[in-house]
C-alpha cells in the first residue's frame, strides 16, 4: 500500500476508513482541518438532538480509537500519518459536548480553538506527540489539544458572558 491510500482500499478497510475519517484525511492540504471539519459536523447535531448518544459514541470512539489509529498507521507505514484523523473526530467531539452552550459561536470557538492547539502543540501536547508511540500515543496528543481548546473556551464564557 502506498503512503496514502486510495478510497477503495479505504472501502475495503474498516480501520483504513475510520482511520482516515471516511476519507477526509485523503485530502492533500490539511487533512487534520478536514478531519476535524467532517467529525464537527457529524457532531453537532447529535450532541444537539441526541447528547446521550454522543456521549455513548464520543466513549466507544475515545477507546476504540487507539487501535483505529494504530492499525490504520501500521497499514500505510508511518506512525500518526496527517492523514489519520480519527483522532481529530475524537478530540473535536470532546470539545463540543462540553461546550457551556450548544450555540454557533460555541461550536466555531470549538473548532477554533481546537485546531489552534492541535497544529501549534505548546508543551505539552508536543512533548507527548514526540514520546507517546502507537494508536494511543496518535489519540493522546489531540486528546489533550482538546482539553487546552475547552480551557479557552470556558476562560472566554466566564471572562465575558457569565453573569
Same mark, same amino acid.
Given at each position: 500500500?502506498?503512503?496514502?491510500?486510495? *478510497?477503495?482500499?479505504?472501502?475495503?478497510?474498516?480501520?483504513?476508513?475510520?482511520?482516515?475519517?471516511?476519507?477526509?484525511?485523503?485530502?492533500?492540504?490539511?487533512?487534520?482541518? *478536514?478531519?476535524?471539519?467532517?467529525? *464537527? &459536523?457529524?457532531? !453537532?447535531?447529535?450532541?444537539?438532538?441526541?447528547?446521550?448518544?454522543? *456521549?455513548?459514541?464520543?466513549?466507544?470512539?475515545?477507546?476504540? @480509537?487507539? #487501535?483505529?489509529?494504530?492499525?490504520?498507521?501500521?497499514?500505510?507505514?508511518?506512525?500518526?500519518? @496527517?492523514?489519520? $484523523? /480519527?483522532?481529530?473526530?475524537?478530540?473535536? /467531539?470532546? $470539545?463540543?459536548? &462540553?461546550?457551556?452552550?450548544?450555540?454557533?459561536? #460555541?461550536?466555531? &470557538?470549538?473548532?477554533?480553538?481546537?485546531?489552534?492547539?492541535?497544529?501549534?502543540?505548546?508543551?505539552? !501536547?508536543? #512533548?507527548?506527540?514526540?514520546?507517546?508511540?502507537?494508536?494511543?500515543?496518535?489519540?493522546?496528543?489531540?486528546?489533550?489539544?482538546?482539553?487546552?481548546?475547552?480551557? @479557552?473556551? /470556558?476562560?472566554?464564557? !466566564?471572562?465575558?458572558?457569565?453573569?
Amino acid at each position: 500500500m502506498s503512503t496514502i491510500p486510495s *478510497w477503495s482500499e479505504l472501502k475495503q478497510h474498516p480501520a483504513l476508513m475510520l482511520g482516515f475519517g471516511f476519507g477526509s484525511g485523503l485530502a492533500r492540504k490539511a487533512p487534520g482541518t *478536514w478531519g476535524t471539519l467532517l467529525g *464537527w &459536523l457529524l457532531f !453537532i447535531p447529535l450532541v444537539v438532538y441526541a447528547p446521550i448518544l454522543a *456521549w455513548v459514541v464520543f466513549v466507544i470512539g475515545l477507546f476504540a @480509537g487507539s #487501535w483505529i489509529c494504530g492499525r490504520a498507521a501500521e497499514m500505510v507505514g508511518v506512525h500518526d500519518h @496527517g492523514g489519520i $484523523v /480519527w483522532d481529530e473526530f475524537v478530540g473535536i /467531539w470532546l $470539545v463540543l459536548l &462540553l461546550l457551556p452552550d450548544q450555540a454557533w459561536l #460555541w461550536w466555531l &470557538l470549538a473548532f477554533g480553538l481546537f485546531r489552534f492547539f492541535d497544529i501549534i502543540k505548546p508543551w505539552p !501536547i508536543g #512533548w507527548l506527540d514526540r514520546r507517546v508511540s502507537g494508536g494511543f500515543g496518535i489519540m493522546l496528543d489531540d486528546i489533550v489539544a482538546a482539553l487546552f481548546a475547552l480551557i @479557552g473556551v /470556558w476562560i472566554i464564557y !466566564i471572562s465575558f458572558f457569565s453573569a
